[in-house]
């Protein structure tokens, strides 16, 4: 028993380092549990194939360009997640508009850049661009999903971790506690319940949303006080939309505020010092050895 | 240098994305709003051989449906609530060879209307003469719907009414008048209820009745005690009614025998549609729900149903199902499924199902393949009611969809409030006081109705407000009859809080037709389940006997075959409940043929 106890606290040890050393493949991993999760207890995916069109092309893209226009083979696990989260995040009866917001997404990693970084987070420029058009082949995930509440705690939870892992859970939370707090004054200007206006946030949009996009370790600026400020202006932003009623008011609103704050960020501090300012350990890592998160 | 000509490519598909997707979605195709300028009525016949007439006054048709009341708690969203009820259906209540119409009302006090066909163009409204009028009294619920069916097979056709309240039954004493007979006959006290139909599930010979629920029969919904009544789910709500299926004793009394029968769910269910879909002479039943996966049923001979709506294709993603009806819309002999839901551009793009089924051997239990989107008939709107019939006679059955939820007040959207509360966790969707106030907004609202023809073998064009008037009411229950013996489908729409259209095809009449009606003698009277399938110039096309098709609807009890240019009919052959096969030889075309079963040995 003892001998039992002694032989696994190594193997314990081992599997930790192993996580440290290899966290990059986590987040990947917490999407697909999500969209497993999903699609074996509510089936939410309509297609298979819309999806594995999604990843597919998001993958391919990301090597073909990483290759052509980097010179060097990049890790695959963002242009997963960027894949993932386009496959889930639109809906549509037919399967070109996966593979032209995956294609989009990543495409502007590579096109709108400003001193070498990106601006935007990948999936929220394709999936902002193909729902703002508003067509009559693209919708969004709003009104999906089913209304599980232990399921919607397991994922809340399991999110949280992950984003803690990543360093950016003063982001999430600053969103979340933004959005609770203007959902409220909302709902004093409209009128309307205040859990009505709470209501969005229980969704699996947001679940996305909060744990993959505005967290996004390549496109949040550099120091955690403007991480903070610029989540706070991400809701404020969202409350103002909402009070225009535009259904993807988060989308929309981490796309207009998210590269403006990027852009200030390198004005002010450089790409160099962008890195070396982070003051972050997992910024840092993002940089040397690839750690890809964003979606 | 490389780098610098692969980033150059990249910048340039980058854009070219970007204003491909742009211009794509600048090109929509025909909108669902009404914006369409008066067709030409000549136009339209030489183009599409049939023109649809409003003839509402011509016909003496004053009809106007009014809504549900609900309860005061529900005031916020009683548009929203109170948004069925106009029902149509259409039966030839006293035997005189011509159709009659029959409308439901909603509204407290309101009545319904028993249009009786005076075989000169004109209608008249013998409702409250017949003991058919006065039936939405405050206390008894709301008409949703009424199926017509000969339970007792005296000849004369009786009649169910559902509603969100007390199922009523009336017994049609010799066409002359109708005696209810509800007391004692084993309906259920309370259903809120949007569909019913009548069939014969164990092929004994009497009709049966299947009802389905929509609110949780525990609701009397103009008098709640709770605001948790709403769909726990957009997606996955199994907190609706429960369903009834009532067996028919034949004494005037029915059974309830739902749960030995297996039909447990609690979905949302607003429509049914009965057929034998594998060949082992009993019906199977499909039934669309809202905010989940329709259902189907197969029958394991009349004795109990088993769900098998995944193995069969139908049942994986959810959607808004609102209608179920049949077609053989490419002439293979083996009619569909067309089920209807909702598609409104850049927010919620369901899109309707056509279900067709693959060919399998008899006795093996169906699947089914989505022909919606290839055959062109898959995004109509906020869809309700929908209807197949051949109403240019080319041989062809075309499509006609009722659509419109809303139409308050005009350039305003009650979809963002909507998604917004949708979204959430079922304990903030699940109660009404959580969703916002309508304010007296629209809701896909102002919709034109759509009309898809086909153009041949299961290819449709959307001919939409180009053969007939433009109008945007906001559309119910479609029914499909020929009003006026003249060998064309005549369409009748039901709207919500708003008068009917009764349409005249206006036809241009270069086309055959045949056409059967049915009665049944080992058989039930109706011959609902019986099947046809009529052969010429190489063509084969299968119809179905229904009493209840659609949503909140009925068609006319005869089967219209469109032949084209073709004045030569190679066979007929109608398979009856009972399993007898009758095969009619060199029959008359442009003739409505009465057909009796034959008894055994002959």
């Known amino acids: 028993m003892g001998q039992d106890k002694a032989g696994q606290l190594p193997k314990n040890n081992a599997a930790l380092q192993w996580l440290k050393n290899n966290f990059q493949y986590i987040p990947p991993a917490f999407i697909t549990l999500i969209l497993l999760v999903g699609q074996f207890t509510f089936g939410i995916l309509d297609s298979y194939v819309n999806l594995v069109a999604a990843i597919c092309t998001a993958m391919i893209a990301e090597a073909i360009l990483a290759r052509t226009i980097l010179g060097t083979w990049r890790n695959l696990s963002s242009a997963y997640i960027t894949g993932i989260s386009v496959g889930i995040l639109i809906r549509s009866n037919v399967v070109w508009p996966y593979v032209v917001t995956a294609l989009l997404s990543i495409l502007a990693k590579y096109v709108l850049r400003y001193k070498g970084r990106h601006l935007w987070n990948p999936s929220n420029f394709g999936v902002s661009w193909m729902l703002f058009l508003s067509s009559m082949s693209v919708a969004g995930l709003s009104i999906q999903w089913g209304s599980n509440f232990a399921a919607m705690c397991a994922i809340w939870v399991l999110g949280l971790l992950i984003v803690h892992r990543a360093k950016r859970l003063h982001v999430t939370i600053a969103y979340v506690v933004s959005y609770i707090v203007l959902a409220y004054l909302r709902g004093m200007i409209t009128g309307d319940a205040f859990l009505a206006e709470l209501s969005p946030l229980t969704g699996p949009m947001y679940q996305l949303f909060i744990f993959f996009m505005i967290t996004d370790p390549r496109t949040t600026v550099s120091t955690k006080k403007g991480r903070i400020i610029v989540a706070i202006l991400v809701a404020f932003v969202e409350f103002v939309l909402r009070l225009y009623h535009y259904i993807y008011a988060p989308f929309f609103s981490l796309f207009l505020v998210g590269p403006v704050a990027m852009f200030i960020d390198l004005t002010i501090h450089g790409r160099k010092s962008h890195i070396q300012l982070s003051g972050d350990k997992t910024a840092s890592q993002d940089s040397r050895s690839g750690l890809q998160v964003s979606a | ?395 062809f059955m075309d499509l006609y969809v009722a659509n419109g939820f809303i139409s308050a007040k005009k350039n305003t959207s009650y979809w963002y409030d909507y998604s917004k509360v949708t979204s959430g966790n079922s304990s903030i969707i699940g109660d009404a006081r959580n969703w916002p106030d309508m304010e007296g907004k629209s809701q896909s609202g102002y919709e034109q109705d759509k009309i898809w023809l086909n153009d041949s073998d299961g290819l449709f064009e959307d001919v939409s407000g180009l053969i007939c008037p433009p109008a945007t009411y906001d559309g119910r229950a479609v029914a499909m009859a020929d009003l006026w013996n003249r060998g064309v489908l005549d369409v009748i729409v039901a709207n919500q809080n708003s008068q009917p259209l009764v349409y005249k095809n206006e036809s241009d009449g270069t086309y055959h037709w045949i056409g059967f009606d049915l009665i049944g003698t080992i058989s039930n009277a109706d011959a609902v389940g019986a099947r046809i399938e009529v052969k010429w110039d190489g063509k084969k096309q299968a119809q179905i006997v229904t009493d209840g098709i659609g949503f909140s609807s009925q068609n006319q009890h005869r089967l219209h075959f469109g032949l084209g240019e073709s004045r030569h009919v190679d066979s007929v052959i109608i398979y009856w409940p009972s399993g007898r096969v009758d095969r009619i030889a060199n029959p008359q075309i442009d003739k409505l043929h009465i057909v009796k079963e034959t008894k055994r040995g002959n």
């Open chain 2, 1 to 395: 240098m490389r780098r610098k000509a692969a980033q150059i490519v990249a910048v340039i598909i980058f854009v070219g994305l970007l204003a491909m997707t742009y211009i794509s979605s600048q090109n929509k195709p025909r909108t669902f709003g009404g914006d369409l300028a008066a067709p030409q009525k000549q136009t339209a016949l030489k183009k599409y051989g049939v023109f649809l007439e409003p003839v509402n006054e011509a016909a003496n048709i004053t009809f106007v449906h009014t809504s549900p009341e609900v309860d005061p708690k529900l005031n916020h969203i009683k548009m929203q609530i109170a948004s069925m009820g106009a029902s149509v259906s259409i039966c030839d209540f006293d035997n005189d060879g011509w159709n009659d119409i029959y409308f439901t009302n909603s509204g407290p006090g309101s009545k319904n209307a028993l249009y009786r066909n005076l075989h000169n163009g004109k209608f008249e409204d013998v409702a409250p003469e017949m003991g058919l009028a006065d039936v939405n009294i405050k206390g008894t619920g709301a008409s949703m719907g009424a199926v017509w069916g000969d339970f007792d097979n005296d000849g004369f056709k009786d009649l169910l009414l559902y509603k969100w309240g007390k199922p009523e039954l009336y017994k049609n004493i010799g066409g002359k008048k109708f005696m209810q007979i509800t007391a004692g006959s084993g309906l259920p006290q309370w259903v809120n209820s949007n569909c019913a139909i009548w069939f014969d599930f164990n092929n004994d010979g009497l009709l049966d009745i299947f009802i389905g629920g929509y609110y949780s029969e525990t609701l009397h919904l103009d008098s709640l005690t709770t605001t948790k009544m709403m769909p726990e789910s957009f997606r996955y709500a199994n907190n609706g009614g429960r369903n009834y299926l009532l067996e028919n004793m034949g004494n005037g009394r029915f059974r309830d025998i739902t749960l030995q029968a297996g039909l447990t769910s609690t979905k949302w269910t607003l429509a049914a549609a009965a057929a034998d879909f594998n060949g082992d002479g009993y019906p199977e039943l499909y039934l669309a729900n809202d905010y989940n996966v329709d259902e189907f049923y197969i029958n394991e001979g009349g004795k109990k149903f088993e769900e098998q709506g995944g193995p069969a294709g139908i049942g994986h993603i959810p959607k808004s199902g609102m209608n179920a009806s049949f077609g053989d819309i490419n002439n293979s002999g083996n009619p569909g499924i067309y089920t209807t839901n909702i598609t409104e551009k850049g927010i919620l793009i369901q899109g309707n199902n056509y279900w067709d089924p693959k060919a399998k051997d008899a006795g093996e239990n169906p699947s089914f393949v989505n022909l919606a989107g290839i055959s062109g008939i898959e995004n109509a709107g906020w869809s309700y009611g929908a209807q197949f019939g051949d109403l240019n006679n080319d041989g």
